[in-house]
């Protein structure tokens, strides 16, 4: 069982920046496979990024490359996501997920078991 957290969001200008993280709980974390999803109002759930359970590869949106970049600290049981350059559209909900996605993807909400409880993140034009 993992238990996942995110850190606070916020409220940030267009164009600036905001990294947020994602504790978890347990000591098979090392073990899984990382993700980030957004949910904005009214619309579906989806894909942000993802990293390997070593860091060794990296996954991202297309709306998001270039501008944001995961990344983990196995040794801190922590995966971050730093947000630069943010645009008015990247307000959501963010949430960090775990799991074992080499089987059906890193971009398929349905390859994570474990999900945090989201956090707001809004950005002003």
């Known amino acids: 069982q993992v238990q996942l957290v995110e850190s606070a969001g916020g409220l940030v200008q267009a164009g600036g920046s905001l990294r947020l993280s994602c504790a978890a709980s347990?000591?098979?974390?090392?073990?899984?496979?990382m993700g980030w999803f957004r949910q904005a109002p009214g619309k579906e759930r989806e894909f942000v990024a993802a990293?390997?359970?070593?860091?060794?590869?990296?996954f991202y949106a297309r709306s998001v490359k270039g501008r944001f970049t995961i990344s983990r600290d196995n040794a801190k049981n922590t995966v971050y996501l730093q947000m630069n350059s943010l645009k008015p559209e990247d307000t959501a909900v963010y949430y960090c997920?775990?799991?074992?996605?080499?089987?059906?993807?890193?971009?398929?909400?349905?390859?994570?078991?474990?999900w945090g409880q989201g956090t707001q993140v809004t950005v002003s034009s």
């Open positions: 990293i390997s359970w070593n860091g060794g590869n990296t």
């Open positions: 347990g000591r098979t974390f090392s073990t899984y496979g």
């Open positions: 997920a775990a799991g074992d996605p080499a089987l059906r993807g890193y971009r398929n909400p349905d390859s994570y078991d474990y």
